[in-house]
């Protein structure tokens, strides 16, 4: 079946560096969604990729897609403590698939003030 | 707001009891999804229901069972809870298969089987 792999696992970073967490794909995918999931909470639609090699902006959050549609990643400038928390992507394969999506195994991010 | 809500924050079990975690959606969602989440293993698809009474098992389906008599409510069933069910469960609704389907998420069950 579809697998999607995600590093790396963890990431430590002091407020203010950059922070970059990568998404492998073992098949083509349709499209990508970013999640993410604060400390003790549940996780939050961040935002969608469709195109071969799309590149979107939120802020300081940028996304990528490649261009093969099989790997995608998640950048942040100057990370702040309000990034904290854990990033998953997940991606959807061609067809009817009822939304089913394949998470990866997450990132978890931690901000040092 | 799409509103997903999850039965019970926590839950204590005694191993060989039959388990119980309801999730009910606001949205008229047709897709519904029951996940478990463990440390290092992300987000692991139980089982998905894309219409009443439609269930398709997802990748780790052993040892549960799932129903949805109701569009909104999606029920996951532990028919005789172990220890190795310990985990987080989480529940997640999307609307038809129309390209753009979020997924939202309750707050999650945290599930103990003693």
């Known amino acids: 079946g579809q697998q999607v792999m995600q590093i790396p696992q963890y990431q430590h970073v002091q407020e203010g560096e950059d922070f970059t967490t990568y998404c492998n794909s073992s098949?083509?995918?349709?499209?990508i969604q970013w999640y993410k999931q604060r400390p003790g909470g549940h996780p939050v639609f961040l935002i969608q990729?469709?195109?071969?090699?799309e590149v979107k902006k939120q802020k300081r959050l940028t996304f990528q897609f490649g261009e093969a549609k099989k790997n995608s990643s998640l950048h942040i400038t100057a990370t702040q403590t309000t990034d904290v928390g854990t990033y998953f992507c997940?991606?959807?394969?061609?067809?009817?698939?009822?939304?089913?999506?394949?998470f990866g195994q997450g990132t978890i991010l931690t901000v040092h003030p | 707001d799409v509103k997903v809500t999850q039965s019970s924050r926590y839950l204590v079990k005694r191993t060989g009891e039959k388990v119980f975690l309801e999730c009910v959606q606001d949205?008229?969602?047709?897709?519904m999804f029951w996940y478990r989440q463990d440390p290092g293993l992300g987000l692991r698809l139980i089982y998905f229901?894309?219409?009443?009474?439609?269930?398709e098992k997802g990748d780790i389906p052993e040892g549960y069972s799932v129903s949805r008599e109701k569009k909104e409510r999606f029920s996951l069933i532990l028919e005789s809870a172990s220890t190795n069910q310990t985990s987080m469960y989480l529940c997640?609704?999307?609307?038809?298969?129309?390209?753009?389907?979020?997924?939202?998420f309750g707050a999650g069950t945290r599930l103990s089987v003693l």
């Open positions: 098949t083509t995918l349709s499209n």
């Open positions: 990729l469709v195109k071969s090699g």
């Open positions: 949205m008229d969602h047709e897709n």
């Open positions: 997940a991606g959807r394969s061609g067809g009817t698939s009822y939304g089913k999506l394949t």
């Open positions: 229901s894309y219409d009443v009474k439609m269930k």
């Open positions: 997640a609704s999307s609307a038809y298969d129309t390209g753009r389907n979020i997924q939202y």
